[in-house]
């Protein structure tokens, strides 16, 4: 291919940015490394790769190499920053941009709501909702936990929305325990995803404690754009508790540590009797800062930074993307 003024490069499959390094540095051309997820950080916080093994030490110069070559490396959070700059990289090279909200797609839907309710035996309930990846990275253990507890509670339903390796898992806890308050779907079409978020009276976002700065929970997003209120199960500080600041005294967040299943059982059951009711605006107007509209020009810029000596663009309208 030919040299490109900005290549950037992703974290699927991870590493690749390694390869991008390599094409840049034949080709010519700037390189913005963009990073979604941290390796081999995450493999070796998941216990799937020992720190000290050599195919570790060789990922670790892989990716020291791309954030070398890297005019630009973009983060997710402050946390993520901390982890990349660990790599021996300046500051200066990093920049902070989260993924930003699917606003086009997701709105609160209350005719969508009540529908998915009554297609799905959730009517006149209280609905905790997990909608999305079920990974290692977030462990659900504690919630599942709490779901047991509160199987005998007519009030209170859990349904676990998506797929992934641990999927399975939570529908087998289920069955093995018996727990008819537990409802498991797959992923639903973008076309209904409006309707099936809004289901919620209380979103579960979770995050396993070694993983701050190597992951960055996304689902939080379109749970602020909902304005639905979030049970939060992972460590502090996170970018989570970050964003959230202010959220605890309005209803709209609670936080427990993993393996402490009383207290999320007693936060569900306040948010129950609670009488917080979904869309709560003060949430939906934190959610515009990580709106499409707020962190797309952003996005420009930094791509624009990153061309040595190149006239400044109009940010979208003289970028071409391939």
Avoid at 55 to 61: D, E, N, P, T, W
Avoid at 110 to 135: D, I, P
Avoid at 190 to 214: K, N, T
Avoid at 269 to 290: D, H, I, K, M, Y
Wanted: aromatic share 8%; net charge neutral.
């Amino acid at each position: 291919m030919p040299r490109f003024d900005v290549v950037v490069s992703m974290t699927s499959p991870p590493l690749v940015s390694g390869l991008a390094a390599a094409f840049v540095s034949a080709k010519g051309g700037n390189l913005v490394c963009w990073v979604l997820d941290l390796n081999p950080d995450e493999a070796i916080a998941a216990g799937w790769l020992r720190e000290d093994s050599f195919v570790c030490g060789l990922l670790k110069q892989i990716s020291a190499f791309g954030y070398a070559v890297a005019r630009k490396i973009i983060v997710m959070d402050r946390f993520m920053a901390k982890r990349v700059a660990a790599y021996g990289v300046p500051e200066a090279k990093i920049t902070v941009i989260p993924p930003w909200s699917h606003n086009e797609a997701v709105h609160y839907d209350e005719a969508g709501r009540e529908a998915f309710r009554l297609e799905n035996g959730l009517a006149g309930r209280f609905v905790v909702m997990y909608s999305g990846n079920h990974s290692p990275c977030h462990p659900l253990e504690t919630l599942l936990e709490a779901a047991r507890r509160l199987k005998n509670d007519p009030r209170i339903a859990f349904c676990f929305v998506g797929g992934g390796s641990e999927f399975a898992r939570v529908k087998a806890y289920a069955a093995g325990h018996r727990l008819g308050n537990i409802l498991c779907l797959p992923y639903v079409p973008m076309s209904r995803l409006s309707a099936s978020l809004s289901a919620a009276d209380l979103h579960a976002v979770v995050m396993g404690d070694p993983y701050v700065g190597i992951v960055h929970t996304c689902k939080v997003y379109n749970v602020l754009t909902l304005g639905i209120p979030l049970l939060y199960i992972g460590p502090e500080p996170s970018h989570i508790t970050d964003m959230t600041l202010g959220m605890t005294s309005r209803g709209g967040m609670r936080r427990a540590a993993h393996g402490d299943a009383d207290a999320v059982v007693r936060l569900i059951r306040e948010a129950a009797t609670s009488g917080v009711r979904p869309p709560l605006e003060n949430e939906q107007a934190l959610a515009e800062s990580f709106s499409q509209e707020s962190l797309l020009p952003m996005m420009f810029e930094t791509l624009r930074e990153a061309t040595i000596g190149a006239p400044v663009p109009a940010l979208a309208d003289s970028i071409v993307l391939r």
